[in-house]
């Protein structure tokens, strides 16, 4: 197995690794430190701490599930992180076929590893959290898992031709025609109707998901834009409830035109094709409208360029 070197820029219904920590030994100013006695000779050791664990990794580990080429490894501290770069040095990622990557913290105790460019597929990726190295987490055990990268899946949707192409390992495979959000509904200056144009990863999937119009804080049944309605082979892809979805209805509209609030429609049988090869991590490309997707809307990483990707690192590289 090739190791991807440390000191590169180092390479999303979640299951979860949970280690169970400690906390602290609480020692009264007053008193030494607690020691215990080893043997006869009386040698003693000090009481071990654990002063940082591991609460959650995503996605799930190489017997669960595989994953796509662009997915992210999002670890999860069981406490606020106060010294990221010495933490950071002791996460290490090792690749079968190693790409460059690098950690990107976004919160005081999460921390995403994205690659510079996307996963080679069919292979092996194992994370490997070195805790019990960080000063004064004595008591800490090493966290490992192994991910599993299954076919490359890269989705191109382009809403003004209504069209999805989809590609498995570099191969056009499949055509689905679509209907994607034909706009109208401005919240805060955003056209809330349009689907966002980018670079999206897919983040879980349901055979049949319940779609609502709370999201737009219509709630009563009486309200003409009211609407509830359970949706077969639904892709999640993104945080702002953007899927690719069976068409509720409304065949007429697929590969014509745009009439959905922001999702991704698509014919019965394009979108249970859709839905039985996903994986999580899989790329979702859509073009056309002038809704940008956020970086930060979902697993939507791949948004910022590399620059701008490793300047989140807390190591200077």
């Given amino acids: 197995m090739n190791r991807v070197p440390r000191m590169l820029p180092a390479l999303v219904a979640l299951?979860?690794?949970?280690?169970?920590?400690?906390?602290?030994?609480?020692?009264?100013?007053?008193?030494?430190?607690?020691?215990?006695?080893v043997?006869?000779?009386?040698?003693?050791?000090?009481?071990?701490?654990?002063?940082?664990?591991?609460?959650?990794?995503?996605?799930?580990?190489?017997?669960s599930e595989k994953v796509g080429v662009g997915f992210p490894i999002i670890v999860t501290f069981d406490r606020d992180v106060k010294d990221k770069a010495a933490v950071?040095?002791?996460?290490?990622?090792?690749?079968?076929?190693?790409?460059?990557g690098a950690w990107r913290w976004?919160?005081?105790?999460?921390?995403?590893?994205?690659?510079?460019?996307?996963?080679?597929?069919h292979q092996k990726v194992l994370f490997?959290?070195?805790?019990?190295?960080?000063?004064?987490?004595?008591?800490?055990?090493?966290?490992?898992?192994?991910?599993?990268?299954?076919?490359?899946n890269i989705s191109v949707v382009n809403t003004g031709k209504h069209q999805m192409r989809v590609y498995r390992d570099g191969k056009l495979t499949k055509k689905i025609p679509i209907s994607a959000g034909r706009g109208g509904l401005m919240r805060n200056g955003v056209d809330v109707y349009l689907t966002t144009s980018g670079v999206h990863l897919t983040m879980g999937k349901k055979t049949m998901e319940t779609m609502t119009s709370s999201w737009?804080?219509?709630?009563?049944?009486?309200?003409?834009?009211?609407?509830?309605?359970?949706?077969?082979?639904?892709?999640?892809?993104?945080?702002?409830?953007?899927?690719?979805?069976?068409?509720?209805?409304?065949?007429?509209?697929?590969g014509r035109s745009n009439q959905s609030h922001g999702c991704v429609r698509a014919t019965p049988a394009g979108a249970k094709w859709f839905y039985g090869?996903?994986?999580?991590?899989?790329?979702?490309?859509?073009?056309?409208?002038?809704?940008?997707l956020q970086w930060n809307n979902g697993w939507s990483y791949w948004q910022l360029n590399w620059t701008q990707w490793k300047k989140g690192s807390a190591l200077k590289s």
């Fill in 15 to 37: 299951a979860a690794l949970t280690a169970c920590a400690a906390e602290s030994v609480h020692v009264p100013q007053a008193q030494a430190p607690a020691v215990r006695a």
């Fill in 128 to 152: 490997t959290a070195r805790l019990s190295q960080l000063p004064g987490n004595t008591g800490a055990k090493d966290v490992s898992r192994r991910f599993a990268v299954g076919t490359q």
């Fill in 39 to 63: 043997g006869a000779a009386g040698v003693t050791a000090p009481v071990k701490k654990v002063t940082l664990d591991i609460a959650d990794i995503t996605p799930m580990g190489e017997k």
């Fill in 277 to 292: 090869i996903a994986q999580r991590g899989d790329v979702v490309k859509i073009t056309g409208t002038k809704r940008k």
């Fill in 216 to 254: 737009m804080g219509v709630t009563d049944p009486k309200d003409p834009r009211y609407y509830k309605e359970e949706i077969p082979w639904a892709v999640r892809i993104s945080d702002s409830g953007e899927y690719v979805h069976q068409s509720a209805g409304y065949y007429q509209f697929l």
């Fill in 106 to 121: 976004v919160s005081a105790r999460k921390v995403i590893y994205r690659t510079k460019t996307y996963w080679k597929p």
């Fill in 88 to 100: 950071e040095e002791l996460l290490e990622v090792q690749a079968d076929k190693p790409v460059e």
